[in-house]
């Protein structure tokens, strides 16, 4: 029983932490004058404990072997009922993109593509940065925590240009039984052979085992072997069966996993926004508008390109981190990343693979306006915050584990 309630204790210690991190992440970029901004996904494993936090759409999948979790929370505005309803409270407006592609659809019009936040035109509702898509955007994740299976598992993610053509059901099917390397590679052919591809991808394959194994292809054809092929004229005609949720399984069951948590820590933490530093820019912002009798009107431009907030840059301050010591348990780690950009017409896809035995571990992916994943998995110097992979000592992570912002 000590035991549990240690493993929660130190649980919401993570929980918290990370939510510090990311109002760190984005104080500091703010503080250099990026206009644009990213997704992020990180997660940390600790022993058995794997914590994922996210905001945006760049979604993490978590795999068995025979059974599937999804170990992220979508902020895309289209797919988010309760977003939607924050957004709206707030008086934010929220429409698809007109039809003379110049601002929202007017009321009434049935506008092109998916439900937008404007001013700025945002498809999702949390992000780094985007400041000049107004203060309701804020980096605050969503944070799932779980307790890995003792036999393993892999982890699989990727950003929105990989989801909007693939299930994460399917994405785990095209690569379970390969190493972590190929694992990547297959999904990114599937993706770049895509005539639907719009987008660029990224992708990330980690798997996490037990010290004394090598291989995950092993440990999923020992969860869940391979079927033998049907024959038949009318076999290319079944439908294709989804991975069963982990959820759903019997307590007794293999793959079955249950979340420890699942929340959002906009709920969890509501002091947190007030560390923001987008928050104080815009109430100067509204200040300075005021006494200078101004009105304040709506800004229509299209994310990216309004720059006005940059006159307050000087008024930004950046915090701190707390570090600390602690034990965990070993593990093998394998990292595959992937990465394809969508611009001139063709697909370049480059794999890079990590392996190590390390007592814990830190992994993220950002999706930045359109720029693919930094290639280099291990290294902490990235054009957004997207990835970092090491050893993290102590119950409470660094923020500058999720690497620099060039």
């Not at 049935?110 to 780094?128: A, E, F, N």
């Not at 915090?319 to 070993?330: C, D, F, I, L």
Request: charged residues 15%; aromatic residues 4%; proline residues 6%.
């Amino acid at each position: 029983m000590d035991n549990v309630k240690e493993m929660e204790s130190f649980a919401e210690v993570i929980r918290q932490a990370i939510s510090e991190t990311f109002v760190r992440l984005d104080n500091d970029w703010i503080a250099v004058g990026h206009m644009s901004g990213t997704t992020v996904t990180a997660a940390i494993v600790i022993g058995y404990l794997l914590t994922v936090a996210n905001i945006g759409d760049s979604s993490a999948v978590l795999d068995t072997g025979c059974s599937i979790l999804e170990l992220t929370g979508s902020h895309r505005i289209q797919s988010n009922p309760d977003e939607q309803s924050r957004l709206r409270l707030a008086g934010c407006t929220l429409a698809p993109l007109g039809f003379h592609l110049q601002g929202p659809a007017r009321q009434g019009e049935l506008g092109v593509g998916p439900l937008r936040l404007w001013p700025g035109g945002l498809c999702v509702s949390r992000s780094v940065g985007d400041l000049d898509a107004g203060p309701e955007v804020v980096p605050l994740p969503h944070i799932r925590q779980v307790i890995l299976p003792s036999a393993g598992a892999r982890i699989i993610i990727c950003s929105d240009g990989v989801w909007d053509l693939m299930s994460l059901s399917k994405a785990v099917k095209l690569c379970r039984f390969k190493p972590a390397a190929a694992a990547s590679a297959t999904l990114m052919g599937a993706v770049s052979r895509d005539l639907r591809l719009l987008d660029d991808a990224s992708i990330i394959v980690v798997d996490l085992l037990p010290s004394d194994t090598t291989s995950w292809p092993t440990v999923a054809l020992k969860t869940n072997p391979k079927p033998e092929k049907s024959g038949g004229l009318f076999a290319c005609f079944r439908p294709e069966l989804d991975e069963p949720d982990s959820r759903d399984l019997h307590t007794s069951a293999p793959g079955h996993l249950a979340f420890l948590a699942d929340l959002d820590s906009l709920r969890i933490y509501p002091q947190l926004r007030a560390a923001l530093q987008r928050s104080q820019i815009q109430h100067l912002a509204t200040a300075l508008n005021n006494a200078a009798g101004g009105k304040p009107g709506i800004d229509y431009t299209m994310h990216g390109t309004n720059g006005k907030v940059l006159l307050y840059r000087g008024y930004l301050e950046n915090g701190g981190s707390q570090g600390g010591n602690g034990s965990m348990g070993r593990s093998n780690s394998s990292t595959a990343v992937a990465e394809v950009a969508s611009e001139g017409g063709g697909a370049n896809a480059s794999n890079h693979s990590h392996h190590s035995n390390h007592s814990g571990g830190l992994l993220g992916l950002g999706d930045q306006a359109g720029k693919p994943l930094a290639h280099s998995a291990g290294n902490s110097e990235y054009e957004s915050p997207v990835m970092a992979f090491g050893s993290l000592q102590g119950p409470r992570p660094s923020a500058t584990a999720l690497g620099q912002v060039a």
